[in-house]
């Protein structure tokens, strides 16, 4: 008798949790309301005392990194070689050979796949002036602000027949599926509530970066380090990148087939099965924008500096937990705090129901 009360209970405790509201917002604003950028690790190897310039390059990229109040997504930790260093760091310095000091070593972001080192040079190197920003990053990140579901990048080889055939493609492809993807139900609605001031709608855009553009060799650094393969210069490519500057995946003009932008767009447009950001496609961009600020501050609808978003930003305001009507507007993230609640009451009834089984045997 005890075991089957017990048995009574889980199952209908489990039958409450099927019940459960499915999440109703697409992957690219359910990225854009609730994943934070992944961290870049800089790492500054020196000794002792820096000169004037040095040190004042090592304070500006301090100053750029979130935890010290910046919008850069990246973290720095200063190694003085003359000091203790932790391990791990200090084996990546031995790694280097003796690189010349003070070496800036920029590494991706740590995943379950580890992370590999995205550039190394001297700390004076005007690389770093472009690190965390360039007009093409600015621009991807202001579209995706004002609602752009999914801004497409295209990097331009030296092929320029290819790349214009790839845009042509790119752009009949997009504006197609703008028409044809709709939302998936239930957008607005408890559990799937929007929580940012953004329009809602089915809009597609491309950005084209030339690979000889000496501005913005960081991001084209960024997209050859999605390939599988080494680029090739007479060859385009392109990424879309959705959320808060998040790359879904990088892919050769020349190998381009007519299914795979539907494909990816409509994945981006799907309902978010999976919460978990380490759990889905892509990597983030190195890229300056204050996203929580812009997306959820009404006394900030505008950027906080003129290196991140050059116009104040139109929004339009959503009820939250509201259906939303209109067919050709994208959707919004579902709400996890109002899922993990249902959760929590559920299992509280099933314990309390096994505590009363419990009683009902003592007895």
């Known amino acids: 008798m005890f075991l089957r009360l017990i048995a009574l209970s889980l199952l209908a405790f489990f039958a409450s949790v099927g019940s459960l509201p499915a999440c109703s917002i697409p992957v690219f604003r359910y990225a854009l309301e609730r994943w934070s950028p992944d961290l870049f690790e800089v790492s500054v190897f020196f000794r002792g005392t820096l000169n004037d310039t040095d040190a004042k390059r090592l304070t500006q990229l301090e100053d750029w990194a979130v935890h010290n109040g910046g919008n850069v997504n990246l973290e720095v930790v200063r190694c003085d070689l003359d000091e203790r260093v932790p391990a791990d760091l200090l084996d990546l310095w031995k790694s280097l050979k003796d690189a010349p000091l003070p070496t800036v070593v920029v590494r991706t972001p740590l995943k379950a796949t580890g992370q590999h080192i995205f550039w190394q040079g001297r700390l004076s190197d005007p690389f770093l002036e472009d690190l965390a920003t360039s007009p093409a990053r600015r621009e991807v990140a202001q579209r995706l602000l004002r609602g752009d579901a999914v801004v497409w990048l295209l ?29 998936p139900p239930g957008v607005g609605r408890p559990g799937s509530e929007l929580l940012a001031k953004i329009p809602l709608q089915m809009k597609f855009s491309v950005v084209e970066v030339s690979a000889e553009s000496a501005e913005e060799q960081t991001l084209i650094k960024l997209l050859h380090g999605g390939l599988a393969k080494a680029p090739v210069a007479s060859d385009s490519y392109i990424a879309p990148v959705f959320g808060r500057g998040r ?109 009363a089984s419990l009683i009902v045997i003592v007895k």
């Open 155 to 183: 990097l331009r080889g030296s092929d320029k027949e290819l790349a214009a055939r790839t845009r042509a493609s790119l752009d009949a492809a997009l504006a197609k599926l703008a028409e044809e993807i709709e939302l």
């Open 247 to 355: 790359v879904l995946n990088v892919l050769s003009a020349s190998k381009l087939e007519s299914e795979t932008v539907g494909d990816w767009t409509r994945y981006l447009c799907s309902a978010c099965s999976c919460q978990v950001k380490q759990q889905n496609p892509g990597f983030d961009l190195l890229c300056a924008m204050n996203w929580e600020g812009q997306l959820f501050d009404e006394n900030s609808l505008k950027a906080t500096d003129e290196s991140t978003t050059d116009t104040e930003l139109s929004l339009v305001s959503i009820p939250s937990g509201q259906t939303v009507l209109d067919s050709n507007s994208t959707s919004t993230a579902p709400s996890l705090s109002s899922a993990g609640t249902h959760f929590g009451v559920l299992l509280a009834m099933a314990a309390l129901a096994v505590v």
